[in-house]
């Protein structure tokens, strides 16, 4: 069968000379290629002509590129930097801080951390145990070691990327070298981490030997990413939320043919949103910015019409010269009070100025694409993907707020339109391919367990598996009930466990059933289960580490809880996917 191999055209080869070695290499089996290249090799070394050795060079510098990621992106990041040093002469390996010991740092020769937040200023789960020791009495010196910090986050949160700050004082105090300036980056990301590490590593790298670098990385096939998404038609859609419910929940169902996507349960459909045009026209309004339709075109699908920070106030009352504003942004507290609940509109409207558009939107941020878990198993359903997707609406200072992404999917499209796609996948969150599987999780967190029982039921065989299962109301918002019932009674589900939070007086979530449960709950990990979370992470996700600590804990002190629960985390035995 026939390859494309390209050539790089440095190869030191006329170009119609690449040509036509790739049509002639590009045919050859893999027997072909080696034994051409032995037969070179034997030839030029019987002829005396061997190409001279390379001057012998020095042992490569160590470099280690130590990541934490929840979702990842810094681990995607941290892939790509070592294979950038590699190529520019680093002996260069990969960690996620989810499998390191702080103990080794010390001879870790140059470290580049890349380094996510998560909840409110937090480290990312896997990486939690490593942080805390990091930030510890028994961490070691790191005197000779060098590092820089690269750090992710979102500026929409109080606490941008302050795990990554956090990172970057402790190595610094523990006597490690900074050797570049911490750079905070925020969900548009990707630029600016190349230029950062492009930069260091040119600066950090050995000098150049007689080396040349042949990339060998396989061509990346999916011609589908976050930058190129595939639209994908809408199917099915419709509510699975009763009227009486108190939020509205969506199924949404696409259409992935012609993509070449492929994912696994556990994974994440990324949705490139697209604002509302009702809130595209009233900030044109506020803003004077007249009715150009490619400016229209740009705020609806270009730029994050909704999230204050404090960088656009500052810019803002730069752009206009309002003082009133200008006083109000330096003031912190003044600031946060004006910040809370609102968006770019209050803004607008508050402090009115006519602005140009180009000058408006350089103060934006891009729209960032929206994550939604898979709720389907290609095994069961084939070239589609289902999504449960909750519609965000909400009230603040005296306004009605949508949630971008998630009112297009569950208001402004219908089955027959069409959704940009792309996937992001989530190695961390498969289906175990053995053992007793517990899943937990509340409201559209059950998402991906419906892909994990779709796929067990595709591969019929007999799994242990058990479900806890946390909403609102049994009669209104128990998200796909007859197929839970359906798998319950087939034996695809082993165990089911409600928590209705609102259908008695004390509210019941899912910590509650669990600590009820502790008795099987500990014979299950006895017996290997691997637990899974699943949904909101700032109430949720807390109270359910809390109670797992408590019930591994076996009543000792919040220590032993923590170092259980670390263990199950570290042997990958504890899995979330919490947002
Ligand atoms: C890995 C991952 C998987 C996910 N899976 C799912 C899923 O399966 N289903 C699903 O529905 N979502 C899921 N989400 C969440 C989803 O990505 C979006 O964040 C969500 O749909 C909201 O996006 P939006 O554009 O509609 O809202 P946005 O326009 O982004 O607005 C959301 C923001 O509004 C504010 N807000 C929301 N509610 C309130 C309130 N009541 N009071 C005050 N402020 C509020 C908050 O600041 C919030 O960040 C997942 C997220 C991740 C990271
Ligand atoms: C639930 C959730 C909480 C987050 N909390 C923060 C935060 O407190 N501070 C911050 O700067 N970024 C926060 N982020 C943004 C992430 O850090 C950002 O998306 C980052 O690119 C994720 O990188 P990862 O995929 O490597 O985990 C949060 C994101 C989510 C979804």
């Not at 942080?131 to 010196?141: E, I, K, N, T, Y």
């Not at 961390?428 to 517990?438: E, L």
């Given at each position: 069968m026939?390859?494309?191999?390209?050539?790089p055209?440095s190869?030191?080869?006329a170009?119609?000379?690449?040509?036509?070695?790739?049509?002639v290499?590009?045919?050859?089996s893999?027997?072909?290629?080696?034994w051409l290249?032995?037969?070179l090799?034997?030839?030029?070394?019987?002829?005396?002509?061997?190409?001279?050795?390379a001057?012998?060079?020095?042992?490569?510098?160590?470099?280690?590129?130590?990541?934490?990621?929840?979702?990842?992106?810094?681990?995607?990041?941290?892939?790509?930097?070592?294979?950038?040093?590699?190529?520019?002469?680093?002996?260069?390996?990969?960690?996620?801080?989810g499998?390191?010991?702080?103990?080794?740092?010390?001879d870790?020769?140059?470290?580049?951390?890349?380094?996510?937040?998560?909840g409110?200023?937090?480290?990312?789960?896997?990486?939690?145990?490593f942080?805390?020791?990091?930030?510890?009495?028994?961490?070691?010196?790191l005197?000779?070691?060098k590092?820089?910090?690269?750090?992710?986050?979102?500026?929409s949160?109080?606490q941008?990327?302050?795990?990554g700050?956090?990172v970057?004082?402790?190595?610094?105090?523990?006597?490690?070298?900074?050797?570049?300036e911490?750079?905070?980056?925020?969900?548009?990301?990707?630029?600016g981490?190349?230029?950062?590490?492009?930069?260091?590593?040119?600066?950090?790298?050995?000098?150049?030997?007689s080396?040349?670098?042949?990339?060998?990385q396989?061509?990346?096939?999916s011609?589908?990413?976050?930058s190129a998404?595939?639209?994908?038609?809408?199917?099915?859609?419709?509510?699975?939320?009763?009227?009486?419910?108190?939020?509205?929940?969506?199924?949404?169902e696409?259409?992935?043919?012609?993509?070449?996507?492929?994912y696994e349960?556990?994974?994440?459909?990324?949705?490139?949103?697209e604002?509302?045009?009702?809130?595209?026209a009233?900030?044109?309004?506020?803003?004077?910015?007249?009715?150009?339709?490619?400016?229209h075109?740009?705020?609806?699908?270009?730029?994050?019409?909704?999230?204050?920070?404090p960088?656009?106030?500052?810019d803002?009352?730069a752009?206009?010269?309002?003082?009133?504003?200008?006083a109000?942004?330096?003031?912190d507290?003044?600031?946060?009070?004006?910040?809370?609940?609102?968006?770019?509109?209050?803004?607008?409207?508050?402090?009115?100025?006519?602005?140009?558009?180009?000058?408006?939107?350089?103060?934006?941020?891009?729209?960032?694409?929206?994550?939604?878990?898979?709720a389907s198993?290609q095994?069961?359903?084939?070239?589609?993907?289902?999504?449960?997707v909750a519609?965000?609406?909400y009230?603040s200072?005296?306004?009605?707020?949508?949630g971008?992404?998630?009112?297009l999917?569950a208001?402004?499209?219908?089955?027959?339109?069409?959704?940009?796609?792309?996937?992001k996948?989530?190695?961390?969150?498969?289906?175990?391919?053995?053992?007793?599987?517990?899943?937990?999780?509340?409201?559209t967190?059950?998402?991906?367990y419906?892909?994990?029982?779709q796929?067990?039921?595709a591969?019929?065989a007999?799994?242990?598996?058990?479900?806890?299962?946390?909403?609102?109301?049994?009669?209104?918002?128990?998200l796909?009930?007859l197929e839970?019932?359906?798998?319950?009674?087939?034996?695809?589900?082993?165990?089911?466990?409600?928590?209705?939070?609102?259908?008695?007086?004390?509210?019941?979530?899912?910590q509650?059933?669990?600590?009820?449960?502790?008795?099987?709950?500990?014979?299950?990990?006895d017996a290997?289960?691997?637990?899974?979370?699943?949904g909101?992470?700032?109430?949720?996700?807390?109270?359910?580490?809390?109670t797992?600590?408590?019930?591994?804990?076996?009543?000792?002190?919040a220590v032993?809880?923590q170092?259980?629960?670390?263990?199950?985390?570290?042997?990958?035995?504890y899995?979330?996917?919490?947002?």
């Open positions: 026939s390859k494309t191999i390209a050539l055209q190869a030191p080869f170009p119609e000379q690449i040509a036509a070695l790739d049509q290499i590009g045919a050859a893999v027997v072909q290629r080696a290249s032995g037969f090799a034997g030839l030029d070394a019987a002829e005396g002509k061997a190409a001279a050795p001057p012998a060079a020095g042992p490569k510098p160590k470099l280690l590129v130590l990541y934490a990621t929840e979702s990842g992106n810094a681990e995607a990041l941290a892939a790509k930097t070592r294979q950038d040093a590699q190529k520019r002469g680093f002996a260069a390996r990969v960690l996620d801080m499998d390191a010991d702080v103990q080794t740092l010390k870790a020769g140059t470290i580049i951390a890349i380094v996510s937040t998560w409110d200023g937090e480290p990312p789960q896997r990486a939690a145990p942080f805390r020791a990091l930030m510890g009495d028994a961490a070691p010196r005197d000779g070691v590092f820089a910090v690269l750090a992710l986050g979102d500026s949160y109080a941008f990327c302050e795990t700050k956090q970057d004082a402790r190595l610094a105090a523990l006597g490690a070298e900074r050797v570049a911490r750079i905070d980056l925020d969900l548009d990301y990707e630029a981490a190349k230029t950062w590490t492009d930069e260091l590593l040119e600066r950090l790298a050995p000098a150049a030997g080396v040349i670098h042949v990339d060998f396989k061509p990346v096939t011609a589908v990413t976050k998404p595939f639209t994908a038609e809408i199917t099915a859609h419709g509510k699975l939320t009763s009227e009486r419910a108190q939020g509205e929940t969506y199924h949404v696409l259409s992935l043919a012609g993509s070449g996507l492929a349960p556990g994974d994440a459909l990324g949705i490139v949103p604002n509302d045009p009702a809130l595209v009233a900030i044109a309004r506020a803003a004077g910015l007249g009715d150009d339709p490619a400016l075109a740009d705020l609806s699908t270009r730029y994050d019409l909704n999230t204050l920070t960088k656009l106030l500052h803002f009352a752009l206009t010269g309002d003082k009133a504003l200008a109000l942004a330096a003031d507290a003044k600031r946060a009070e004006f910040m809370a609940g609102r968006q770019l509109i209050d803004l607008l409207e508050t402090f009115p100025h006519q602005v140009e558009g180009q000058k408006l939107t350089a103060l934006l941020r891009p729209l960032a694409p929206r994550y939604y878990s898979i198993s095994k069961l359903v084939g070239e589609e993907a289902h999504l449960t519609r965000v609406a009230q200072a005296g306004r009605e707020r949508l971008v992404s998630s009112t999917m208001d402004r499209r219908r089955a027959g339109e069409s959704l940009k796609v792309f996937v996948p989530n190695p961390h969150f498969r289906v175990a391919a053995s053992g007793p599987i517990v899943m937990i999780g509340a409201g967190g059950v998402a991906p419906r892909g994990f029982l796929e067990i039921e591969a019929g007999a799994r242990d598996t058990w479900l806890v299962f946390g909403f609102r109301n049994f009669l209104y918002d128990f796909y009930q839970i019932q359906d798998w319950l009674k087939a034996g695809v589900l082993g165990r089911l466990d409600l928590a209705a939070s609102r259908d008695q007086p004390e509210k019941r979530y899912v509650h059933v669990l600590w009820e449960q502790r008795a099987r709950l500990r014979e299950k990990l290997g289960a691997v637990l899974y979370l699943c909101d992470a700032k109430h949720m996700a807390r109270d359910v580490d809390a797992l600590m408590r019930i591994l804990g076996n009543g000792e002190d032993t809880g170092a259980a629960l670390d263990a199950l985390v570290a042997a990958g035995r899995r979330k996917d919490v947002y």
